[in-house]
């Protein structure tokens, strides 16, 4: 429960900052899609920093984790992008609504997938993965 805590705090910080850049990137006449994939990738190098530090305290090997991290993300990415599109073209919403509508579709999965394969914690004899 307090992984979940802490994935959630980074989650929102990280979200503050991807929709901050969102925002800019809309009003400064970016595409909405080309705006979303930017801004996820900058929240992504926050969240990678906190959730292998702080909320996982991972300690393998950088590049392999990084690497399963950007899978993941990539992953949630094309759901997010997808979503939104579908929410803006399809439903008509607010570029802005949709945005957090797609946000939070993603966070369940990318807190899944984080925990049970990107900074799974190695069990070695005798200890319980928690």
Do not use: C, P, R
Not at 54 to 66: A, C, M, P, Q, Y
Not at 88 to 93: A, C, I, Q, T
């Amino acid at each position: 429960m307090e992984k979940l805590f802490k994935f959630g705090l980074v989650g929102i910080v990280n979200t503050l900052i991807s929709i901050g850049f969102y925002m800019l990137f809309v009003k400064l006449g970016m595409n909405y899609i080309l705006a979303n994939i930017l801004s996820y990738m900058i929240g992504l190098l926050n969240s990678y920093y906190w959730n292998k530090k702080w909320v996982f305290k991972n300690t393998g090997n950088h590049l392999s984790v990084f690497t399963k991290f950007v899978m993941v993300n990539l992953i949630v990415l094309g759901i997010n992008t997808l979503s939104l599109f579908l929410l803006v073209n399809k439903l008509g919403l607010n570029q802005y609504v949709a945005q957090l509508i797609s946000t939070v579709i993603g966070m369940g999965i990318n807190f899944i997938l984080n925990k049970k394969w990107t900074f799974e914690a190695k069990v070695s004899d005798g200890e319980k993965a928690s």
